[in-house]
C-alpha cells in the first residue's frame, strides 16, 4: 500500500496568510490573491507531514487581486 504525505503551503505576507494551491521553483500559485505592492518582502512556508520549513522571499513584481499566479526571488 502506496503513502501520501500531507502538504500545506502558505505566504506570510503583510499580515495576511495565503494558502497556496502549488509552489515550484521561483513560483507559486496561490488560492487567493490579495493585492500586494512591488518588492515585498514575504515568508514562504512549506510544511510536508507537519515538519515546517520556512524562507524569505522578495515578491518582485507584488500579487495582484485577480491574478493567483505569483513569482518571487529567494533573498536567503
Given amino acids: 500500500m502506496g503513502y501520501s504525505s ?16 502549488q509552489v515550484g521553483p521561483g513560483f ?14 514575504a515568508q514562504l ?9 520556512d524562507q524569505t522571499i522578495l515578491l518582485h513584481a507584488g500579487i495582484a487581486a485577480g491574478s493567483p499566479a505569483v513569482t518571487f526571488h529567494t533573498t536567503q
Fill in 45 to 53: 512556508i512549506i510544511e510536508v507531514d507537519g515538519d515546517q520549513r
Fill in 6 to 21: 500531507r502538504i500545506r503551503g502558505w505566504l506570510v505576507v503583510d499580515g495576511h496568510e495565503l494558502p497556496l494551491a
Fill in 28 to 41: 507559486c500559485i496561490l488560492r487567493q490573491a490579495i493585492d500586494i505592492a512591488p518588492s515585498t518582502e
